[in-house]
């Protein structure tokens, strides 16, 4: 089964809107963290933004804010006031408590329009 | 702050012959990952160190795949004899363990095509 599930392979917003990126995960462990990245055309992977499975409050970094709704497990992105600059590939990674290791979701392509 | 380090950003040789990545981690961090991502499998971790001991090398595909940290400012992934199949953008990133909420830096990859 897959841990971590992003179920929009693309994704289009206009300039200035608010967009919501999904994403979904399977854990049966109390403690774990979420992460999501973002991935421009340019290649590199850019970590933006964290939320554990303890935290009462959603995360928030500048424009990006985590809507994490723990029974339903589910962690989404996200991003107001859409820039131009926004249009990449965005990941979900989970990291169990046990493990170093992150699994990454299938990502979603955000394409931000004038 | 220096990123990780990659090198070289692309290399292009043909099948059967040894490549060698390399990545510097940020420094003070001492979790290295490597990681493969392709279109058909997405991004994959192949293997990972703690304190440059490895601690999980089950993503590793093959024996033709080695990782190597002879000390905790350098790592190499070695692909010998190479195929037209490990094609693949090769990422390697590190982080400050003992945390949960310790993020993954990523490096800026290296794009790998054996033709």
């Known amino acids: 089964a897959q841990k971590i599930t992003q179920t929009q392979p693309g994704m289009f917003v206009q300039e200035k809107e608010a967009v919501t990126l999904d994403c979904t995960y399977d854990?049966?462990?109390?403690?774990?963290?979420l992460f999501w990245y973002k991935q421009p055309s340019s290649g590199e992977m850019i970590f933006l933004i964290y939320?554990?499975?303890?935290?009462?409050q959603n995360a928030t970094e500048g424009r990006y804010s985590l809507n994490f709704q723990k029974a339903r497990k589910s962690a989404n992105l996200v991003i107001s006031a859409s820039q131009l600059g926004d249009s990449a590939m965005y990941f979900c990674?989970?990291?169990?408590?046990?493990?170093?290791?992150?699994?990454f979701g299938t990502g979603t392509r955000l394409q931000v329009f004038p | 702050d220096a990123g990780v380090i990659q090198s070289p950003r692309h290399e292009v040789t043909e099948m059967g012959q040894e490549v060698t990545l390399r990545c510097k981690p940020i420094?003070?961090?001492?979790?290295l990952f490597w990681y493969r991502q392709t279109m058909m499998r997405g991004l994959e971790l192949l293997i990972y160190?703690?304190?440059?001991?490895?601690?999980?090398d089950s993503g590793m595909p093959e024996d033709r795949f080695s990782a190597k940290m002879p000390n905790a400012s350098f790592s190499t992934l070695k692909i010998q004899p190479s195929e037209p199949r490990d094609s693949a953008v090769y990422f390697c990133?590190?982080?400050f363990g003992g945390g949960l909420s310790q993020p993954q830096h990523f490096g800026d990859g290296t794009r790998l095509s054996i033709l």
């Open positions: 990133a590190s982080s």
């Open positions: 990674a989970m990291r169990e408590g046990n493990t170093d290791k992150l699994i």
């Open positions: 420094s003070g961090h001492n979790s």
């Open positions: 160190f703690n304190n440059n001991v490895p601690i999980d």
């Open positions: 939320q554990g499975s303890y935290d009462e």
């Open positions: 854990t049966s462990d109390q403690s774990y963290g």
